[in-house]
Structures are given as C-alpha cells and as structure tokens.
C-alpha cells in the first residue's frame, strides 16, 4: 500500500534551516508529483509547493519562493523540503502529500518548532 | 492568486444533515475535493472530483458543485463526524484549500 513516511520532529532556532525528508513506498516514486502542505497549531491547511521526482522541477507558492527549497533523490524514493530563515511563526506540522485521479495519500506529518 | 471560502464553524444535532459550502473562482472551471481532518491527524480525503466517494468513504459523505460552489452533504451526520472539513482545488500548478470547517455534531 502507499505510505509516506516523514523525519522526525526538529527543533530550531530563529534564522535557522530546517530539512525534513519524506521516504516514499507502494507505488512508483516517480509516477506523480509530492507536494509539500504546512498546519500552523490551531490554523488551516497551506500549499507550500510541489515536485517533479522524474525531472526535479519545482513550483513553489509565492509565499515561500527564495525560502524553500524541494529535492529528491530518486534512488531512495525520497523528497526533501528544505525551510531557511526560520522565524517563530514557521512552527508547524509540515506534510508530504500526493494526488492520484481518486485519491489523496499524506504523510504522518513532521512538527518543526521555531524558538529561541 | 486563488482563494476558496468555507464557513469557519458549523453545528448540527446527530442525525440532522449538515451543508458546508465552499466558494471560488477556480471551481468554475476546476474539480473541488473535501478532506475530513480529526485531531492528531492527518487530512483524509472524503470527496474527489466534486461528487465522487473514494472506497470505503460511508454514503452519508455527498458532494454537489454549481457554478463556483461545491457543497459537502452529511446527510444523517453521526457523532464521530465531528472534526475539520477543507474544500480544495488545484489550479496553475498550486493547490488551493479553503480555510476549514469546524463541524461540531452534538
């Protein structure tokens, strides 16, 4: 079955980066693009960009361009997303996530803490 | 960019129906999806191209699209509904989620 599987929790610094990996299993890693969705405590759901596993390409929401950063490596059917100049209000739950036609598949989510 | 407006809360009495609306320009030309979120967890899609269930998804979950409204139906909703309900769309390479639903059944 399809599983994603995050890193686990990070705790960081303001100004900091953080690097959180989604391990891919179940299906052909690069047959549909990962998407990375961020949860604030308490907040909504907010798109922070996709990839292409097969060229790389990015798209990333204007919020986070210069920001972030999605990488994969295909051999270990993982994609990363990396968050620079971390400030107090990036803590969050930070997913990965795919769509197929029918279907929507998450990961368990890794929360990274931002604090002094 | 694109927006999408949900209600932020809503409630019904177990068994009544319960409509949560979604509203936004892309919906007029792209599909909408529903995710139903519990606590602690992560966001399970309940409603895909505006009125399809996946498998497993209980026929109480229903999906109605007019114009750029889509609308989730729980049509008897059971206690363990309760939980956080996103419309979303996908449009220009993004994906675009509503604010969220709080819909409490008690």
């Known amino acids: 079955q399809v599983q994603l599987v995050q890193s686990g929790a990070e705790v960081k610094k303001p100004g900091a980066s953080v690097k959180v990996s989604c391990k891919a299993s179940?299906?052909?890693?690069?047959?549909?693009?990962l998407h990375w969705v961020r949860q604030a405590p308490g907040q909504g759901l907010e798109w922070m960009g996709r990839?292409?596993?097969?060229?790389?390409?990015?798209n990333y929401a204007q919020k986070f361009q210069g920001r972030v950063a999605m990488t994969r490596d295909t051999s270990i059917s993982t994609a990363y997303m990396e968050l620079s100049g971390l400030r107090s209000d990036d803590t969050a739950l930070y997913y990965c996530?795919?769509?197929?036609?029918?279907?929507?598949?998450w990961g368990q989510g890794t929360l990274v803490t931002v604090s002094s | 960019s694109y927006e999408l407006t949900q209600p932020s809360s809503m409630s019904v009495s177990p068994g009544q129906t319960a409509r949560i609306t979604c509203s936004g320009d892309?919906?007029?030309?792209?599909?909408g999806r529903w995710f139903q979120q519990k606590p602690g967890q992560a966001p399970v899609i309940i409603i895909y191209?505006?009125?399809e269930r996946p498998s497993g998804i209980p026929e109480r979950f229903s999906g109605s699209s007019s114009g750029t409204t889509v609308t989730l139906t729980i049509s008897g909703a059971q206690v363990e509904d309760e939980a956080d309900y996103y419309c979303?769309?996908?449009?220009?390479?993004?994906?675009?989620f509503g604010g969220g639903t709080k819909l409490t059944v008690l």
């Open positions: 996530a795919k769509n197929t036609a029918t279907n929507n598949f």
């Open positions: 179940g299906y052909t890693f690069t047959d549909y693009y």
């Open positions: 990839i292409n596993p097969t060229s790389g390409a990015t």
């Open positions: 892309v919906l007029a030309e792209r599909y």
């Open positions: 191209k505006d009125n």
């Open positions: 979303y769309s996908a449009a220009d390479n993004n994906w675009v």
